[in-house]
């Protein structure tokens, strides 16, 4: 799996990470019991910071999609794959609700932002 990290993204890079590897889940990308790179190891690969990796992998292990082998590294824990897309679906939400808010500051009518989203959404 390949993890892709935008220095400039509105996202902290933990989040990122975080992101990714939750979508990676979710799309059978990333199966259970299946060994993660190890946080120094991803550390080097992203090119950051070995606590930011660490913070992303404490996250996820948080939420319970990932556990730590003493010893051995981090797996992809069994999970409730419905549960995790509506965890998704709701922090979308939320990033949107902002981004909304963000636009009505900016003045900006239904039909522009429409069609900003069209137009972003069908260039990437």
């Known amino acids: 799996?390949?993890?892709?990290?935008?220095?400039?993204?509105?996202?902290?890079?933990?989040?990122?990470?975080?992101?990714?590897?939750?979508?990676?889940?979710?799309?059978?990308?990333?199966?259970?019991?299946?060994?993660?790179?190890?946080?120094?190891?991803?550390?080097?690969?992203?090119?950051?910071?070995?606590?930011?990796?660490?913070?992303?992998?404490?996250?996820?292990?948080?939420?319970?999609?990932?556990?730590s082998v003493a010893g051995k590294g981090f797996y992809v824990c069994k999970y409730n794959k419905d549960y995790l897309k509506e965890k998704q679906l709701i922090m979308l939400e939320e990033r949107l609700g902002e981004l909304i808010d963000d636009c009505k500051q900016a003045d900006l009518k239904l039909s522009d932002i429409l069609e900003m989203v069209e137009a972003l959404y069908t260039s990437k």
């Open 1 to 67: 799996m390949k993890i892709i990290i935008k220095p400039q993204g509105t996202l902290a890079i933990y989040e990122q990470i975080v992101m990714q590897l939750k979508n990676a889940i979710v799309t059978g990308e990333l199966v259970a019991d299946e060994a993660l790179p190890s946080i120094r190891a991803l550390a080097a690969e992203l090119e950051v910071s070995v606590i930011t990796t660490k913070r992303a992998y404490e996250e996820l292990e948080k939420e319970g999609l990932i556990r």
